[in-house]
């Protein structure tokens, strides 16, 4: 038990409200306003983790976005959220949470053990160990993946929604800080469109931890006060708390995710709004303030639980009202972290200071912290932390003035928590989202980005490296200020007044010596979450890995969840001094989105499910659920599959419905086909040019089946189109190919072809089709139609006809995919379902069979009639289906791939053609995509002929059948090749495609 | 994402909108048999892709299903403008000149 409350004027938490939550099965109190970190602390709580690779323990190190180590597991079951920061939960009433690491238990890690062993795991230790052999690479990784990660992902569905939210705006700025707060107030006094993000769940930044400051004469939080109550007068500007800027792509659009109900106990969530919002900001202008964070100086053991950040330390107390421990050593290289030693000390704390620097800070600094009976070590620094699970003292040694060395022993303090500052690093990641490169600056010591910005993005306070209040005031006015000037908004008054203070340079040490040569003292953490030590940096770059990139991939610093907020600018620090460059010339690694993790929901936001990928419906849907059809989805569209009677599987299904079909009648819902409504003057030559087969002469009333060619010549689409008028066409498409289809015509037509007087309207939806197919077939539509001949000399196959059919006005087409006498009729779309019915009543004394998918697969298969997408596959021609019926190549245009139909490729032999199979053994039914095999030699490799493309039981012919592609496959019939598939070769004769009628006599009964 | 403006519908819209149709004033050879099969190849597959400005086409798909010529930077991804395609293509054949 080291952290304890303890009350702080100012202190952002609210005693009058208090909390209970359980953490490891244990129950804890806390206040309203605690993170869930400052609750753990303030009740003692320091073990929170065990480290990714040796399974050390590990407590926590920050308070915000920062922190590497508390990767807790939020609440259980479907609303459970892995590898949430203890710094960044908000507490409320009932929270359930745990640690995610710790095997078997987080107080006995088997990892641990490892640890002590941590010398034989470098670098690259996985790579170099469990390399060999290949196969027991199964084994390894079994063991491995227990022991390694954080959290668990959730089993179950996310029962909460999510939204997406978008923004045109004219300012974005990004922090709620001092700076940003104030660039804010000035676009929204200029009349701006302006919305002001920050990731916490209070607006202020840096003025919630540090109270000493004066803005205006008013204290830091007034100021913030002030500055909230007059945005929130200003009707064009919005403040968004909880909400992370995580992104900055192209043209400024800024993804930026606002946390709405995680702060609430789940019973008071309202089911009605989203627990997270998406919003995606397009702003002109968009203003980084950002800020910076403390990073740690790295040393022995700086791991330990109750080692953290100054500014850590510092934001318990005053914000939480959380002493993090009782005989607190600050060790630091800067002037700030005197600020949190001094309010420590003021706190009642037994602070002792030790600066690496032999001056100290600026003397007022000095002087105010021993008044406050803290005791100051000048010239020192800390070689290595005791304690195991929790700090229990230090080692200090005397360093030198100029090189980093130990030059004498220092003390050995006996102290209970280790808080340490090596300086502020900018939070640069967004302005570098997108190309943008931070600037190393000498004098700061950190990456910052330009005063300059870029094109429309514009940087103000810390984020330029301006750690003074006062700097950073006056650069954000001034930068603010020019903008709005180029905007032609006018003066903008005066920059807030603060006070500005002597402060004394830092010292350029990121890694605190011990005497000892790198990697046989006690082991430094540079990254926490990914136990990367100093040493493992100094083994990359002795390996050869000069570029920081590699050496990032090689260590894994910065991979984890974290990203390298604290350890970044320490790893290249180190790497820098190992490679003897200086850091501006290692330079930084890459900063990818997102900033801090996002969750996939808040991604998704409302496009899951049927809003993702819409499903579509036929008009007749109803009806084949009273007829309990099984489905398949074909592009979105649910088409009936087969329509089983009782205990019927598939086969049987099919099976009945292709024999009641060749024997009597069968119906399909053929709404699915892609229609579109050609018309114009020119519709008849746009045709021609588009299709491979000629439309000249094709007269109203007749019907064509049309093969469309991509400009390499291979088939891309097919369907019947049918002559309405002379200038008027109704052209169909395949169900997966409609709206590909529909912009190809669109594109042609506009870039090439803008002269032809033609024009295009998707009718897909507009029409119900209702395929009538089989013998019987001309007594139904006859039953159903006085107004249109029947008569098979009247109406001739692949004629088209306009009339009535079932009182409803209608297109009735006599084409065939099944090779049987067949009529489809086309109906307004609204009274499909009227349709279908009144064929069904017609139909029942022919015993009509509703079919789906599967039986006019079988059907056209019979017949050979290839399906674009599964017996073509991008590579095929019209020559390679034995299709050149086709193919007008005396057309007078030159119509989409005729040319490429001439390419000595296109023409050449050795290419794969569409042929029938017959499998020796008629019960088989070959594989689908089986490869096919000349002979039965299994040399490897084997000599691959083709692959099967269609393969059914044919239950009119009583065997199997099948459809492929097969090398030169035009002049192989009678052939037997071996179809191999699933270790086993069967032997199948070539054949013509057609199985089934092969005169068409059915088609034209 | 982009921010493309549709000469047609003369609006600045999302990406989303619009569908990428391909590099933009490729010549298709008025007799094809003509040409060698060289020359076809060329027209057929290659592209310029080029680091720098491109011509391209875009489709407006969610509004008025216009295709028009954008220039556009490979690298910056800036938007030099928009236009018809025939109001584009003369600025193009100037270009090239």
Not at chain 1, 101 to 110: E, I, K, M, Q, R
Request: with cysteine; hydrophobic share 40%; glycine share 10%.
């Amino acid at each position: 038990m080291s952290g304890y409350r303890i009350h702080r004027p100012g202190e952002r938490i609210n005693r009058q409200k208090p909390l209970s939550f359980v953490f490891d099965n244990v129950q804890y109190k806390a206040f309203s306003g605690d993170t869930l970190a400052s609750a753990l602390l303030a009740n003692g709580v320091r073990l929170i983790g065990r480290s990714f690779k040796y399974g050390r323990p590990r407590g926590i190190v920050g308070f915000g976005a920062e922190e590497p180590n508390a990767l807790i597991q939020l609440e259980t079951g479907a609303h459970t959220v892995p590898d949430l920061k203890a710094t960044q939960v908000e507490l409320y009433q009932g929270l359930l949470a745990g640690s995610t690491t710790g095997y078997p238990s987080l107080d006995f890690d088997l990892k641990g053990l490892l640890g002590k062993f941590g010398r034989f795991m470098p670098p690259g230790f996985y790579y170099k160990t469990f390399m060999e052999p290949v196969k027991a690479w199964p084994f390894y990784e079994k063991f491995i993946r227990k022991a390694a990660g954080y959290g668990r992902a959730p089993t179950e569905a996310d029962p909460e929604s999510y939204d997406h939210l978008h923004h045109h705006i004219d300012v974005l700025v990004v922090g709620g800080g001092a700076a940003g707060l104030w660039a804010a107030t000035l676009a929204g006094r200029a009349g701006l469109k302006t919305l002001l993000v920050d990731e916490q769940a209070e607006m202020g930044g840096w003025l919630l931890t540090e109270r000493r400051s004066r803005i205006d004469g008013l204290s830091g939080m007034d100021w913030v006060n002030q500055r909230l109550a007059e945005l929130a007068s200003l009707p064009n500007v919005s403040v968004l708390p909880r909400t992370t800027a995580f992104a900055l792509h192209d043209l400024n659009l800024v993804q930026a995710v606002e946390l709405l109900q995680d702060h609430l106990p789940l019973t008071e969530r309202n089911a009605a709004l989203p627990r997270q919002r998406l919003h995606k900001i397009r702003a002109h202008q968009v203003i980084l303030a950002s800020g910076a964070i403390e990073r740690p100086l790295v040393f022995g053991y700086n791991d330990v639980p109750g080692v953290m950040t100054a500014a850590a330390g510092h934001s318990y107390l005053n914000r939480y009202g959380v002493a993090v421990g009782r005989e607190v050593l600050v060790q630091t290289q800067n002037d700030a972290a005197y600020e949190a030693a001094l309010d420590l000390a003021l706190s009642g704390v037994k602070v002792t200071l030790a600066d690496a620097r032999q001056g100290g800070a600026a003397a007022w600094r000095q002087q105010a912290l021993k008044n406050a009976g803290a005791e100051l070590l000048l010239g020192h620094g800390i070689a290595k932390v005791l304690g195991d699970k929790s700090v229990s003292g230090a080692q200090l040694v005397k360093l030198d003035a100029r090189n980093n060395q130990v030059i004498g022993s220092g003390p050995r303090l006996s102290v209970d928590t280790v808080l340490s500052s090596g300086g502020l690093t900018s939070t640069v990641h967004l302005f570098c989202h997108n190309g943008g490169r931070p600037l190393w600056n000498q004098q700061q010591l950190s990456f910052v980005c330009p005063d300059e910005g870029r094109e429309n993005i514009a940087c103000v306070g810390a984020i330029t490296g301006r750690w003074e209040l006062s700097d950073a005031l006056d650069q954000t006015h001034a930068t603010v200020a020019a903008l709005l000037l180029g905007h032609g908004r006018g003066s903008t008054g005066k920059a807030p007044a603060v006070a500005s203070e002597e402060v004394a340079a830092p010292r350029a040490i990121f890694r605190l010596p011990d005497g000892k040569p790198e990697g046989h003292g006690a082991k430094a953490f540079v990254d926490y979450q990914n136990d990367v030590a100093a040493a493992d940096i100094h083994t990359a770059v002795r390996e050869n890995y000069r570029s920081i990139e590699h050496v990032k991939r090689y260590t894994a610093l910065g991979f984890g969840t974290d990203q390298g907020k604290l350890s970044n600018i320490n790893g290249f620090a180190i790497a820098a001094e190992a490679l003897g460059k200086p850091i501006a010339e290692v330079g930084t690694t890459t900063y990818r989105p997102s900033y801090t993790p996002v969750t996939f929901g808040a991604l998704a936001g409302p496009h899951v499910g049927e809003t993702f990928d819409a499903r579509r419906y036929t008009a007749m849907h109803a009806s084949h659920d009273a007829r309990k059809a099984e489905y398949e989805v074909v592009g979105q569209w649910l088409r009936p599959w087969y329509f089983p009677k009782p205990g019927e599987d598939l086969h049987a299904a099919v099976n009945r419905e292709c024999l009641a079909t060749r024997n009597s009648v069968g119906v399909m819902d053929a709404s699915t086909l892609g229609k579109i409504d050609v018309k114009g003057p020119d519709a008849r030559e746009f045709l021609n040019r588009i299709y491979s087969n000629a439309w000249s002469k094709l007269d109203p009333g007749k019907c064509r089946y049309g093969l469309m060619l991509d400009e390499n010549g291979m088939v891309m689409d097919d369907g019947v189109t049918a002559c309405l008028a002379d200038d008027h066409f109704h052209m169909t498409t395949t169900t997966g190919g409609a709206a590909r289809v529909y912009s190809w015509l669109e594109r042609w037509h506009q870039t090439e072809w803008p002269e032809l007087k033609v024009r295009f309207t998707t009718t897909t939806d507009h029409w119900a089709t209702v395929a009538v197919v089989g013998p019987n077939s001309r007594k139904v539509l006859q039953k159903l139609c006085t107004d249109i001949d029947f008569d098979k000399d009247a109406f001739k196959f692949m004629d088209g006809r306009s009339g009535t059919v079932a009182g409803l006005p209608a297109r009735v087409f006599r084409i065939s995919f099944s090779g049987e006498l067949a009529y489809e009729i086309n109906v307004d779309a609204n009274y499909g379902r009227y349709m279908w019915e009144e064929v069904m009543k017609a139909g029942a004394e022919f015993d009509i069979t509703p079919y789906g998918t599967e039986t006019m697969h079988v059907l056209r298969a019979e017949k050979g009639f290839i399906i674009v997408g599964q017996d073509t596959d991008g590579s095929m021609s019209p020559n390679d289906l034995a299709m050149s019926w086709a193919v007008g190549m005396k057309k007078p245009f030159s119509f989409l791939g005729k040319r490429s139909l001439l390419r000595s490729h296109t023409a050449g032999a050795g290419r794969k053609q569409l042929v029938g199979l017959l499998p020796l053994d008629p019960k088989v039914v070959l594989a689908e995509g089986a490869q096919i095999l000349s002979n039965t030699d299994d040399t490897v490799p084997a000599a691959m002929q083709g692959h099967v493309t269609s393969s059914y039981h044919s239950a009119f012919l009583g065997r199997s059948i099948a459809m492929a592609v097969l090398k030169d496959g035009s002049k192989r019939e009678g052939d037997t090749v071996f179809v191999w598939a699933h270790g086993k070769s069967v032997p199948a004769q070539v054949v013509s495609s057609v199985f089934v009628d092969k005169e068409g006599v059915r088609q034209h009964a | 994402m982009l921010v493309i403006t549709c000469p047609y519908c003369q609006e600045a819209r999302e990406e989303e909108e619009f569908s990428y149709a391909g590099e933009a004033y490729i010549a298709r050879p008025a007799v094809p048999e003509e040409v060698d099969d060289a020359t076809w190849g060329d027209y057929v597959f290659h592209r310029k892709n080029p680091r720098g400005w491109h011509w391209e086409q875009w489709q407006h798909v969610a509004g008025c299903r216009k295709v028009f010529a954008v220039k556009r930077h490979t690298v910056s991804y800036e938007i030099a403008g928009s236009w018809t395609l025939a109001d584009g293509k003369a600025l193009y054949e100037e270009e090239q000149a």
